[in-house]
């Protein structure tokens, strides 16, 4: 029953952040804080598990924020003038996201490992699973918000 009122607890906050993020899309860090704390919740970790683990997920959180911020300042913003670029110039952005990318799938595969190497495997698959439960849920409550006519429009 302890746990039931736990779920609850973070399901309702949850659903209370997505609101707030609805309203506020720059507020990252109550975002990420709300995300941890689903996070905690979902994957259920011991004390020594969460002192090993925390860590080596913001470090890869950090790796790839860095990452992100740097290929919009790479590329992103050239892409939205894509027709002012030579065939060169595309071709030079276009290698240089597939070395982004690569570089994202790297960071991935390294924190998995590690992720697997402190926590057991299934609460390594567990952890997948409830990233994208969450991003699922924060997507469902803004569209909630913003009425499901606006996902129709171009």
């Known amino acids: 029953m302890n746990r039931l009122k736990k ?31 689903f996070l905690t919740e979902r994957l259920n970790l011991n004390s020594k598990e969460a002192q090993a683990f925390w860590p080596i997920y913001n470090e890869y959180e950090n790796s790839r924020s860095v990452l992100r911020e740097k290929e919009h300042n790479q590329i992103r ?28 799938e790297d960071i991935r595969k390294d924190f998995i490992k590690k992720a697997a190497g402190v926590i057991t495997a299934k609460k390594t698959l567990l952890l997948l699973r409830s990233e994208n439960d969450f991003k ?19």
């Not at 906050?13 to 941890?36: G, W």
């Not at 050239?78 to 990318?101: G, R």
């Open 7 to 37: 779920i609850i607890a973070t399901m309702v906050l949850l659903l209370a952040s997505a609101q707030f993020y609805a309203q506020r899309p720059h507020d990252y860090a109550k975002i990420k804080s709300l995300k941890i704390a």
């Open 77 to 104: 913003n050239k892409v939205e003038e894509s027709e002012k670029l030579s065939e060169k110039e595309a071709n030079e952005i276009v290698e240089l996201f597939l070395e982004f990318e690569q570089e994202e």
């Open 136 to 154: 699922r849920q924060l997507i469902k409550k803004y569209h909630q918000k913003h009425g499901e006519s606006n996902r129709n429009e171009p």
